[in-house]
């Protein structure tokens, strides 16, 4: 079993910069894809951003040039630095991971969630 453990949600004017972190542990033979996605009440849950294990970073168009994921493998760790914040990224924020268990099999994870809110 995989878990996820988010942090670095909270409350940013516009403008302004948060930092999110997703570790993961458990039980797995490696991580693959490593990814954010959020959801704003009364929306679906939309990506954010998701990165490889080989480092190569895919974007919403809404946050491409303000969002940056990054990772961190010897920690079990993806980073989401989030600037120039708008009140429009304000949503629930999730991590999520595709493990390899073992020959052939991978599983899917999700963090429990942090809010984040940008308000004047």
């Known amino acids: 079993q995989v878990q996820l453990v988010e942090s670095g949600g909270g409350l940013v004017q516009p403008g302004g910069s948060l930092r999110l972190s997703c570790e993961a542990s458990g039980i797995f033979f490696s991580i693959n894809i490593m990814g954010w996605y959020r959801q704003a009440p009364g929306k679906e849950r939309e990506l954010v951003a998701v990165?490889?294990?080989?480092?190569?970073?895919t974007y919403a168009e809404s946050v491409k040039g303000r969002f940056t994921i990054s990772r961190d493998n010897a920690k079990n760790t993806t980073y989401l630095q989030m600037n120039n914040l708008k009140p429009e990224d304000t949503a629930v924020y999730y991590c999520?991971?595709?493990?390899?268990?073992?020959?052939?099999?991978?599983?899917?994870?999700w963090g429990q969630g942090t809010q984040v809110t940008v308000q004047s």
């Open positions: 999520n991971v595709e493990t390899k268990l073992g020959v052939g099999r991978r599983a899917t994870s």
């Open positions: 990165i490889t294990g080989g480092s190569i970073a």
